[in-house]
């Protein structure tokens, strides 16, 4: 349907917006997207999520003005609806709507707003350019695919945004995103990714200093990026005080405090994400790490079989079973996932698989690496990994070394219970020099 990106998008900002309201618990976007295709009941829909209403919209009309009918609906003791509406606006209008709506349903649920946000939901939001608006809502459509070519296409609409509004924030904080998607999955080199990020960030900031999704995408930049811890824990707070129910501003927050080794604190907002959503592969495969670093291996491999689940072969959800099961010596399972993750052709594959069979461990690890090593890209944190299996911690570190040349996302986990383990383990006291470089906790003895 050609409207289906104008939905999408629609119900997203909407569910920010009300995402915004403390008192409530809004479930994220991506879990209620699931439940658009399944044939269920919105009680069983509602009993499923721990849901005490269900708000509906739907888009009537899409052109200079926008139609949309919104509906609230109790789904106990029977489904009961409680509350209706249709507005008509203009499409320059509309982040006015979604307030309007907002304070709305508020008031017929009876819940009460803080002063704040009572303040927020009667300011009027700055006009927005209909052409930019419909290329934004493309972009993040695009997003949410979330696949190499779907993300290039996102960029490419976020980019015609800009040229139509140069002065809204969002579609630079998009940008800024992308960037950061490109450097975690190592698809360019940080002397392209980082100035990218900082330059489209520091523009959204520029132009809304109080949107939840630029201060969200300033604590990845922070994080993952520059290693600026305090930094990217004050951002993520601010994301949280603004936008409560945002699961994703939670998890990454929890992985930020897993990092700092302040693992009740992370468990706690990890716990909070999932409850916020569910059914969203990420969140599930990112809540298997948390739980691989704080020690409890059964919760990590039921959340990467959840995501699993949800999407065969996301690439989060196998990458975490690589560790866990690692660590818990499965071994032909770990380098079974990792060998298939890195696109070996089968024959290779097969060949390492059989070394370990025949040989164990070090063996195989080391044949990995030669492989590893005829690939383009930055794979130094794998060989960080792979040369500990092999029980060599100076290569290890030499290619820890290469990650923190590098910026590599994934190297801020070091001082976690992910490394305290065999075969990750490394006993290096150029592991400690390391860790002090990017301001990071030292591994529990």
Partial sequence: DQLDYVAAGMQSSLIGEMGQIS???????????VYKNLEMSLPQMAAEVNADAVVESMVMCYGDSVCVQISVITPFP?????????????????????????????????????????????????????????????????????????????????????EVDPEWALPYAGVAYFWVAVHQFSLAPSTVTIPNMFENLNKAFELDPHS???????????????????????????????????????????????????????????????DLDPLNPMIQALS??????????????KACEKALSIVPNHPAALGNLVGVYAILGNYRQSLEIWTAAMYLDEETRSSI??????????ASALEFI????????????????????????????????????????????????????????????????????????????
């Fill in 23 to 33: 008192a409530l618990r809004i479930i994220s976007k991506t879990t209620a997207r």
């Fill in 78 to 162: 029977e489904e009961k609806q409680l509350w209706t509406a249709e507005y008509k606006v203009e499409k320059s209008q509309i982040m006015n709507l979604y307030n309007r709506v907002t304070k709305q349903i508020a008031e017929e649920v009876m819940v009460q707003l803080t002063v704040e946000e009572e303040e927020h939901l009667l300011a009027e939001s700055r006009t927005i350019n209909s052409e930019a608006y419909d290329r934004y809502l493309k972009g993040q459509y695009y997003w949410d695919q979330f696949t190499p070519e779907a993300l290039q296409l996102a960029l490419e609409y976020f980019n015609k945004a800009i």
């Fill in 288 to 301: 298997s790490l948390v739980w691989t670093t704080v020690g409890d291996y059964t919760e990590a491999l």
């Fill in 370 to 445: 030669s492989e590893i090593k005829q690939l383009s890209g930055d794979f130094s944190v794998d060989l960080g990994q792979l040369y500990s299996m092999a029980g060599d911690d100076v290569k290890a570190m030499y290619w820890y070394e290469k990650a923190y040349e590098a910026h590599h996302p994934m190297l801020p986990y070091l001082p976690t219970g992910y490394y305290s383990n065999e075969p990750f383990k490394i006993e290096n006291s150029a592991l400690y020099s390391l860790l002090v470089k990017m301001n990071l906790p030292l591994p529990e003895e």
């Fill in 353 to 362: 698989l059989n070394t370990y069979d025949q040989q164990g461990l070090e």
């Fill in 212 to 274: 939840s999704f630029v201060h969200y995408v300033s604590g990845l930049v922070n994080g993952w990026t520059t290693w600026n811890w305090e930094k990217a824990e004050e951002e993520f707070l601010k994301v949280i005080e603004l936008s409560p129910n945002y699961a994703l501003g939670h998890m990454y927050y929890a992985h930020i405090l897993s990092c700092l080794r302040r693992n009740d604190e992370a468990v706690l907002h990890c716990q909070i994400a999932l």
